[in-house]
């Protein structure tokens, strides 16, 4: 016996009947890609250290960016990047020497490269790296993270040219990044 989802999906399906061969061959014009792939979910889930998954940073990342009028959308890692003008890695915590490679090339034809906290700090069988993160992408952020962790609620005081206090209601994640001359030495936060 039909039920509603039936009648749904047969209604959608005469839908696209009509329509079908004018949007057949059809894409959509994305200039803004938020990278996702389901094992950086995975990977996450293993030691999430407090921060929020790659799913809930692609979602608000996306929202944000149809919010301002962005074209962008979710691209799947392993697809093309062309055409695109920048890339968002929200939590990739697994990356391979092929996207690594990829997303070098990207940045040197011009293209705008965004990693969030804890992106590219493992090989993509979830097995620690050897060498600093972000890995596979220091040349292309032109740093090494030497450390990193969480700090609760309340004040942290980082010397930033002078001593400065930086107050937070909430968790905050922070960093500290060393370019590989050593000749710039920062500290980069990441409030929730």
Same mark, same amino acid.
């Given at each position: 016996?039909?039920?509603?989802?039936?009648?749904? &999906?047969?209604?959608?399906?005469?839908?696209?009947?009509?329509?079908?061969?004018?949007?057949?061959?059809?894409?959509?014009?994305?200039?803004?890609?938020?990278?996702?792939?389901?094992?950086?979910?995975?990977?996450?889930q293993t030691l999430p250290m407090g921060l929020p998954s790659p799913d809930d940073q692609r979602r608000v990342i996306l929202r944000e960016l149809l919010?301002?009028?962005?074209?962008?959308?979710?691209?799947?890692?392993?697809?093309?990047?062309?055409?695109?003008?920048?890339?968002?890695?929200?939590?990739?915590?697994?990356?391979?020497?092929?996207?690594?490679?990829?997303?070098?090339?990207?940045?040197?034809?011009?293209?705008? &490269?965004?990693?969030?906290?804890?992106?590219?700090?493992?090989?993509?069988?979830?097995?620690?790296?050897?060498?600093?993160?972000?890995?596979?992408?220091?040349?292309?952020?032109?740093?090494?993270?030497?450390?990193f962790g969480k700090l609760e609620h309340g004040s942290i005081d980082l010397e930033v040219g002078k001593?400065?206090?930086?107050?937070?209601?909430?968790?905050?994640?922070?960093?500290?990044?060393?370019?590989?001359?050593?000749?710039?030495?920062?500290?980069?936060?990441?409030?929730?």
């Open positions: 016996m039909p039920r509603r989802r039936y009648h749904e &999906l047969a209604q959608e399906g005469a839908e696209f009947a009509r329509i079908g061969d004018r949007i057949l061959g059809t894409t959509l014009s994305v200039k803004g890609a938020v990278l996702i792939d389901s094992d950086q979910d995975e990977a996450h919010r301002r009028k962005i074209a962008a959308g979710f691209i799947n890692a392993r697809d093309s990047f062309e055409g695109l003008k920048v890339i968002f890695m929200p939590g990739f915590i697994l990356v391979d020497e092929d996207l690594a490679a990829r997303l070098a090339d990207f940045v040197k034809d011009g293209g705008l &490269l965004v990693a969030t906290a804890r992106s590219a700090t493992r090989h993509r069988n979830n097995r620690a790296c050897e060498f600093a993160p972000p890995a596979f992408l220091n040349d292309v952020f032109g740093v090494t993270i030497e450390e001593w400065t206090s930086v107050e937070s209601g909430g968790a905050i994640w922070c960093g500290h990044h060393r370019k590989p001359d050593d000749s710039m030495s920062y500290w980069a936060l990441l409030s929730r």
